[in-house]
């Protein structure tokens, strides 16, 4: 009896399509690793020897005052209970209120990441569209000056602080020659002209159809962008280039030029293929870590981003702000971690 | 005696290293006609090395010298790198050992058939496709089709290897290298594919050099041996009468082997001859 059941079960979940089954699976580790992500912020929070219901209503506050607030958040209630209440605010999108300005923190945080996604995004395409190509070149001709010229670009990438080259940046470019503009994400005269759609100005100010504030916002956003997109190109090209040199020993290579190809094409079209995979994980990684937010890079150019939202957060003892970063900052890993498995599978017959 | 495909005189392939330069080809020279040339020594001896300098595939630092290269009257060494890719694939071709090595794995093996003949030949897609099926059902792949579709990975070792030959001949060369084309593959398929290997080649009146270090497979598949060891030919003999080999190398190759028709209680060890190394090269033109 049970076991004709269980063939049954069997026999229908073998019918659903992969994609389907592929799916469940997805959506299923997402969700067990938001779980365990929300269970750490949560145990942060309560470990904290900061009293919630104190830094709600303040030091000079009545019991009763207290004791209504202490009720209000549940806090009288068993932690497995008070972890359910969390993990169910949080699915809504609830991270509770900001102490420091009495407002809804997903609301704050909705409003600062744009900021650095723009960055970030911006960033990464820059250390993407110079950084593969130098790997590649430097791995080809290895050995060569622009091998050498590679290396000292990735060395000071890695070792300049960014605080310095910040500040020189803008003094140079800025302050000097005047090619850019200064901190901020738009020059005064331009804040709010357009209306906020997706929070990220070049964006709104394209769908506003405002070339002056996207000129502005533009010409604020590329030393920044720059300066992170250096940081991301160190690494990038410094990856790309060791994955270059493997591949280019590789017998499959020797393959494609017996049959006459050129080195170019034998570069491109069948070394390159295979570092693909390779290079979506440390590109994935490098996006990850900007789009944390750079906290320098933040507060030297008066960049509104989650960065320095969370680090002032902190810094205040506003839990739930910092809770509520740390939890969206969790999850653009993990779902950039999905998106490339998801390229593994498209760009390696292997994976599939 | 007809005109050579190849001809090839006082080869050097050198690397520079630190210890000064390293002569990995010393002075090689040979001819190569309608035949199966089989190359034959341990590893070191250069024989790979000497298959590779023909194509000019040996990258630097690595050097490769010699008085001449002759393909067909013309002398690659001559060449640039650019007139050198008209001749790798189209007139001078190469299998290599593993299957799984030489294939890239993260295009279809469709693709990379395809391309190899595109390289060489002006041709729709469509037509290079007929002509890649027709290819590998010359190598006896079943459901061409399918394997057009598939990945290196998918397939076995003997299969891979049948696909590899299929690539390297389907722009129709006058001279395959053979590079120890069946040393990764089970006893059981390399037959089979040196079948089909010397089907094709006889067929195309393509010249084979044929790289090894097995000597009774080399005895029993190639027309003539050259017999490499450190670097130079120390003998070369018809495959035929390789029992009849004088060189101490040679009979010492072949005496450590075992034989099921003549058992033997030891087999001996090969007792090397420092003079082998310095003895100059024989030659291989005919």
Known sequence: ?352 | MMEPLLDVEDLWVRFPTRQGVFDAVRGVSFTLGRERLGIVGESGSGKSMTGRAILRLIRPPGMVEAKQISLGGVNLMDKTEKEMRAVRGQRISMVMQDPKFSLNPVMTIGDQIIEAYRQHNRASKADAYAKALEMLEAVSIRDPDRVMRAYPHEMSGGMGQRIMIAMMLIPNPEILIADEPTSALDVSVQRQVLDIMDKLVKDRGMGLIFISHDLNLVADFCDRVLIMYAGRIVEICEADKLSEAKHPYTRGLLNSLPRLDAPRDHLEVLQRDPAWSEAPSVSGRL
């Open chain 1, 1 to 352: 009896m049970t076991s004709a059941n269980h063939e049954g079960g069997a026999r229908q979940r073998a019918s659903l399509p992969l994609w389907v089954t592929a799916s469940i699976k997805t959506l299923g580790s997402i969700a067990v690793t938001m779980l365990g992500l929300v269970f750490i912020t949560f145990i942060i929070g309560r470990v904290m020897p900061i009293d919630p219901v104190l830094a709600i209503v303040g030091e000079r506050a009545s019991q009763s005052t207290y004791d209504a607030v202490y009720y209000q958040l549940g806090l009288d209630k068993p932690v497995i209970v008070q972890f359910g209440y969390y993990v169910w605010d949080v699915m809504r999108g609830d991270f509770g209120m900001s102490l420091l300005n009495a407002r809804p923190v997903a609301e704050d945080i909705a409003r600062v990441f744009p900021a650095t996604l723009e960055l970030a995004t911006l960033g990464v395409c820059f250390g993407i569209v110079l950084g593969v190509p130098l790997g590649v070149v430097a791995a080809v001709r290895k050995g060569s000056w622009i091998d050498q010229l590679a290396r000292v670009v990735a060395l000071v990438g890695y070792s300049m602080p960014i605080f310095w080259l910040g500040l020189m940046g803008l003094l140079v470019f800025y302050g000097i020659l005047g090619w850019v503009g200064g901190p901020g994400r738009v020059g005064i005269f331009y804040e709010d002209v357009v209306p906020s759609v997706t929070g990220m100005i070049l964006v709104d100010s394209i769908l506003d159809r405002n070339w002056t504030v996207l000129k502005d916002a533009f010409s604020h956003i590329v030393l920044p962008a720059s300066l992170l997109g250096y940081y991301s190109l160190a690494y990038i090209s410094r990856m790309t280039r060791s994955f270059m040199l493997e591949q280019m020993s590789a017998e499959y290579i020797t393959t494609a030029r017996v049959k006459g190809m050129s080195e170019w094409d034998v570069v491109w079209k069948h070394a390159f293929r295979n570092i693909r995979v390779q290079l979506i994980t440390v590109i994935a990684l490098s996006y990850a870590g900007l789009l944390e937010g750079s906290v320098l890079t933040e507060i030297i150019f008066s960049w509104p981003g989650i960065g320095s939202y969370i680090t002032t957060a902190l810094l205040s003892a506003d839990m739930n702000a910092v809770l509520g970063g740390t939890v969206v900052v969790g999850l653009i890993f993990i779902l950039l971690n999905i998106f490339s498995d998801l390229l593994y599978k498209v760009f390696d017959p292997r994976a599939r």
